[in-house]
């Protein structure tokens, strides 16, 4: 049996292939972003994509990596609690890819570029959420490789960890929306800096290591839809999730949010969504209204206050810190030793190639497996006498 060549696609996919492209040319804004813009690190022209066109093959490449396997059990916002119903990063990076791509098919943008985005922009978030990429960017700034943010640690999950240190060879255009996230940022209004260059990414990189206030602005409309949405889906689904738990009330949201927004999830959303597509469309930005703004920026204020920075919540704080200061400690002792039998060799490093090994210091490696576990992992690497018992609820 012949055996399938990659080099090969049949003429009529391809001719399928070229009626795509020419739909995007006929059916979205000129302020899209056309999947034939897509540029990548490395060319793959030996790897013809036959029918497939880029930012589809991004999407399927993150959805494929095993970091977007681990999502399934990454703390969203409250962690160490039995309750099925309380969100996970999984599902935050599902409807944020849902929301976004709902804003950009009204705006003319590209789909499949606003999913890949969507999909990928959290995969560097560390077990335990922002606690834990606090506690993870102290371990990492004390040994001299810079702080640690989780939209940093994506891209490098992506471009240099995956595939054993190949990475996937993602388009600049997916890289740059995931980096430039920051869905904690408020911002009115997004408008793209479009002229850049891998270079320019590698750049904003190292400029975020050693400043983590740094602004940076993706260069894509999607990926300020991308940006934009990460806070529309979290702000509502934080709050249910947060009254569900007894953590607040839902008559203590604050008055001018709710006469703006509303109080429920589904119309928080619904009114965030529509303000959006009725302020970006035709237009070179990405905004809100400046009254939809106002209530949003105190609505994520309420949140800091009373959900995310709530002592009720952080009952095991002060023992995941010390677990994390136990781990990365461990780990780099067993680098500098090279002790074989450590879990991060025959794990992490089983196989990784040599440009991996070569372009990365033992805290670096340190850092990148750690930020890859899995909440249960995590734990399950620590003494069993010093792991905090869940709460049920």
Known sequence: MEKFNNNQCDPLLKQIAAALNQRENEFLSPLATFNIQGLRRS????????????????????????????????TQVFYLIEND????????????????????????????????????????????????????????YQNGIGYFQHNVQSVQFLDRVERKGTGWNLCLQTLDGIL??????????????????????????ELKRKDPDAMLVPMTLEGCVVRMTDTISYIGRDIEDAIRLGVIKRSELPKNCVDVLGSTNGTIVFNLVSDVIKNSFQNTYVSFSAEVSRALKELKAFNLDRIYLNPNIKQHQTTIRSLF?????????????????????????????????????????????????TDQYFLRQCPADKRPKPVVS
């Open 43 to 74: 060319s793959e022209a030996q790897l013809d994509f036959g029918y497939r066109q880029d930012f589809s093959v991004d999407t399927d490449r993150i959805l494929h990596s095993l970091a977007y396997t681990r999502y399934i059990d990454k």
């Open 85 to 140: 119903h309380i969100t996970h990063r999984v599902l935050h990076v599902q409807l944020v890819s849902k929301i976004a791509r709902t804003i950009g098919r009204f705006l003319g943008l590209n789909e499949d570029l606003i999913e890949a985005i969507a999909l990928g922009h959290d995969i560097g978030h560390t077990p335990f959420g922002h606690d834990g990429e606090r506690m993870l960017s102290q371990l990492c």
């Open 180 to 205: 430039c996230h920051d869905g904690e940022i408020h911002n009115k209004k997004l408008r793209p800096r479009r002229e850049k260059t891998f270079e320019t990414l590698d750049n904003e990189i």
């Open 325 to 373: 200061e136990l781990l990365f400690e461990k780990y780099l002792k067993d680098m500098r030793a090279d002790n074989r039998s450590s879990v991060i060799f025959t794990r992490f490093l089983k196989n990784m190639s040599a440009a991996y090994l070569d372009r990365h210091t033992n805290e670096e490696i340190v850092r990148d497996f750690i930020a890859g576990m």
